[in-house]
């Protein structure tokens, strides 16, 4: 099944230089390499200016912000790593908060997949409507996350149509959104909601792509359903699969909005994420000094925790067929 | 036409009046230098709840227009806790509007964004007798004045009168018991209706004061973990948790006031404290009579907190006599009278209060004696500089508190750490 590209990229490369020396005494001169940079610069020149006004400025700008005490309001001096020495050591709820980012996003994580995927490979057997049951699902992901949580809110309030299904159905959990230990079921339960369509379909076009020769071969050689599903289809979609967990995992950690529109971090520090937690440093007690340095925090952890996914992908993922 | 009229009984030669007829022209289509005495445009930031309070709002920038037709006001607006995250913001870009609305609970941690006002005021030999004293002051911080009250009040109770008359119970009147309120809470509690919607912090900060309990030490700065504070919040969290005269509510982008309000107007509370600038919107959302009366007297009274908000100039506007005049004139007395008779201010200015009890308040029972009541025995609302932060640690935490998820002690002691990180 596997193809030999290194003995491809081998040829590839080696092209170029094959023909320049089937010419080796060719008269064309050759571009001089300052003139080639200049030009490079020129053409690169557009994106370059936007990628530093638009992102490494600002990245810079939250670092150094990061080591003083700006608070809009008053003098600004920097600190050093004061900033950074009290969110570890002194803040009484940082190791909550981000405790609490973790566990929302292990949970989200693991529930988005499998509800996605589950949802894309049903939809991929059907024998009509694949388009119809797409569109219903992904629906949700492009609608606007800060309204649909204020509908969800109405829905979760104390007393609210959430409250009335579950008396209905004889359970008894305590609202949602006022329960210190429910909330941040809540936020999972609306994030699933507006965002497994996207990863949804990812898979679903993943799935579309498996051969349909080896799934019948495997049906000759007697392959269930459930062993082409693990042993064929699974490892054949586990690049998209790598990459939804990643682009998942990613966002989970930044959870803002879904927090902003319905709890407010609340009850308590209950549903408080990082990404909330800076924004309220910010701009509900205008700590933007220190509001920046949870943000570099929270970047350190996103990066350590891609980096670990892209080490273990090479147990998981095959980019081969 | 006209111009060729006036230069012929002027004399001036046709070719003359033709050339000014066409400068005349070219001014009026704006393609020559603006004239002398240009616009100025000023803008202006504020906090609304409600339709009919950014129709208020515009009424008052379209008052500056009428009295200095050189000024215009642009009217820019966002809800009341968007309005504190949103000014930092604006500052820190220098982006400031001319003229800032300041709220007396937020005096001492944003007056640093605004202009001094007190030479203007002494200039214009501007009659500062005429506004309420108490308001006055609070808009103060160093003594230096940095805004104009144009609304004051103290805490008041709103109620629902048809529920009251429906159940026969006695109306809330000034000098009312505890007792007497807790017997009206548990009647109005039944049918999937509670007596009372809470909030926080300013309506349990009046809980606490008529409780004999202090919230500032006395040196000003926050003191949520004394006794007497605990013991009170411990029995306004049990009018939700044990009594259940009151419904939970959710720490949401939605202020628990703003919820408690939604309640009352929708028939779902009876009873709730709040300002008595919100008569505008409980009067427009409500199909029910609306009663108002004192909070009820508890072990040290019936203490209300007083609070108002004002206009001040920001210290970095580029017109900042225009936005003086533009001051003077939205808190003067004809926008003082419009807003009072719109049931939006209860005004800063002494003289004009009356139209609020005459026209907004008119069918509104007890309005009168109630608030008359109220200021007598209300503190000014003396607040620390971060309350900002305080009110919304209040919003977060307090509903650990109410559904029982924390001990209300824990809770204030939680808010005090994180307001003093």
Same mark, same amino acid.
């Given at each position: 099944m596997s193809v030999d590209y290194a003995a491809m990229r081998h040829d590839t490369a080696a092209a170029p230089l094959a023909s320049r020396r089937v010419r080796p005494g060719s008269t064309d001169r050759k571009p001089s390499v300052r003139g080639s940079f200049g030009l490079a610069v020129l053409f690169l020149l557009p994106s370059?200016?936007?990628?530093?006004?638009?992102?490494?400025?600002?990245?810079?700008?939250?670092?150094?912000?990061?080591?003083?005490?700006?608070?809009?309001?008053?003098?600004?001096?920097?600190?050093?790593?004061?900033?950074?020495?009290?969110?570890?050591t002194i803040d009484p709820i940082f190791w909550k908060i981000l405790r609490t980012t973790l566990l929302y996003t292990a949970e989200y994580l693991v529930l988005n997949i499998v509800l996605s995927l589950t949802i894309a490979v049903w939809i991929s057997r059907l024998a009509w409507g694949k388009t119809i049951f797409r569109i219903i699902f992904f629906l949700p992901t492009f609608m606007p996350l800060v309204g649909v949580a204020l509908v969800w809110l109405l829905i979760l309030t104390p007393g609210g149509v959430f409250d009335w299904m579950m008396a209905g159905i004889g359970l008894k959990i305590p609202n949602l959104v006022t329960n210190a230990d429910y909330a941040l079921q809540a936020v999972v339960l609306v994030s699933l909601w507006s965002h497994f369509g996207y990863n949804m379909l990812l898979f679903?076009?993943?799935?579309?792509s498996?051969?349909?020769?080896?799934?019948?071969?495997?049906?000759?050689?007697?392959?269930?359903?459930?062993?082409?599903?693990?042993?064929?289809?699974?490892?054949?979609?586990?690049?998209s699969l790598f990459f939804g967990t990643v682009l998942t995992a990613i966002n989970s950690l930044q959870t803002f909005d879904q927090v902003y529109a319905l709890t407010h971090g609340g009850p308590g520090s209950a549903t408080t994420t990082l990404g909330y937690a800076i924004y309220s440093q910010g701009f509900v007690t205008y700590k933007l000094g220190y509001a920046s340095a949870i943000a570099w925090v929270l970047f350190a952890i996103i990066m350590m925790l891609t980096a670990l996914q892209l080490h273990l992908q090479k147990k998981w993922v095959h980019y081969e067929i | 036409m006209k111009t060729e009229d006036t230069a012929k009984t002027h004399g001036v030669s046709r070719r003359k009046a033709l050339a000014l007829g066409a400068t005349a022209a070219l001014a009026a289509t704006g393609m020559l230098s603006r004239p002398a005495r240009a616009a100025t445009n000023l803008t202006w930031f504020m906090w609304s709840g409600s339709e009919p309070e950014v129709t208020a709002w515009k009424r008052?920038?379209?008052?500056?227009?009428?009295?200095?037709?050189?000024?215009?006001?642009?009217?820019?607006?966002?809800?009341?806790?968007?309005?504190?995250?949103? #000014? %930092?913001?604006?500052?820190?870009?220098?982006?400031?509007p001319d003229i800032v609305s300041l709220q007396s609970l937020r005096a001492p941690g944003f007056a640093e964004l605004m202009d001094p006002l007190d030479a203007r005021i002494a200039a214009d030999k501007l009659d500062v007798g005429a506004f309420e004293p108490s308001i006055f002051k609070a808009l103060q911080r160093g003594g230096k004045q940095f805004a104009l009250p144009y609304d004051f009040g103290p805490l008041i109770l709103f109620y629902n009168h048809d529920l009251f008359t429906q159940a026969g119970?006695? #109306? %809330?009147?000034?000098?009312w018991t505890e007792a007497e309120f807790m017997a009206a809470a548990r009647a109005l509690t039944k049918d999937g209706r509670h007596g009372l919607a809470i909030s926080v912090p300013d309506a349990f900060v009046v809980y606490a004061r008529s409780k004999g309990a202090p919230y500032l030490n006395a040196k000003g700065e926050l003191d949520l973990v004394n006794p007497a504070l605990k013991a009170a919040f411990a029995s306004y969290a049990r009018l939700v948790a044990d009594d259940k005269v009151a419904p939970l509510f959710p720490a949401s982008g939605t202020l628990s006031s703003n919820l408690a309000n939604g309640r009352l107007t929708a028939g779902s509370a009876a009873m709730y404290v709040d300002g008595p600038w919100q008569l505008i919107n409980v009067k427009r959302k409500s199909s029910f009579k609306v009663g108002v009366a004192p909070v009820p007297v508890r072990e040290a009274g019936s203490i209300s907190v007083s609070a108002g908000s004002g206009f001040g100039i920001s210290r970095t506007s580029q017109n900042k006599d225009a936005a003086w005049k533009a001051v003077q004139v939205m808190t003067g007395p004809d926008a003082a009278k419009y807003l009072a008779e719109a049931g939006r201010a209860f005004s800063a200015r002494k003289e004009f209060q009356k139209f609020w009890y005459d026209t907004a308040a008119?069918?509104?029972?007890?309005?009168?004696?109630?608030i008359d009541a109220a200021i007598k025995t209300a503190e000014p609302y003396v607040t620390t500089p971060n309350w900002s932060t305080v009110a919304s640690l209040f919003e977060q935490y307090a509903p650990l508190a109410f559904a029982g998820s924390e001990k209300p002690e824990k809770v204030l002691e939680t808010i005090q750490q994180l307001a003093n990180q």
């Open positions: 370059l200016l936007g990628l530093t006004i638009f992102l490494i400025g600002p990245l810079v700008a939250s670092l150094v912000l990061s080591f003083t005490n700006w608070q809009v309001i008053g003098t600004t001096r920097f600190v050093g790593f004061t900033n950074y020495v009290n969110l570890l679903g076009a993943a799935l579309e498996v051969p349909q020769s080896y799934l019948d071969a495997a049906a000759i050689d007697g392959a269930t359903a459930w062993q082409q599903f693990w042993r064929i289809k699974l490892p054949l979609i586990s690049p | 008052i920038a379209a008052l500056v227009n009428e009295k200095h037709p050189d000024i215009t006001v642009e009217f820019q607006t966002t809800s009341f806790p968007d309005y504190w995250t949103k #000014l %930092p913001a604006l500052a820190a870009s220098g982006k400031l119970l006695p #109306l %809330p009147k000034p000098g008119q069918d509104v029972v007890g309005a009168r004696e109630g």
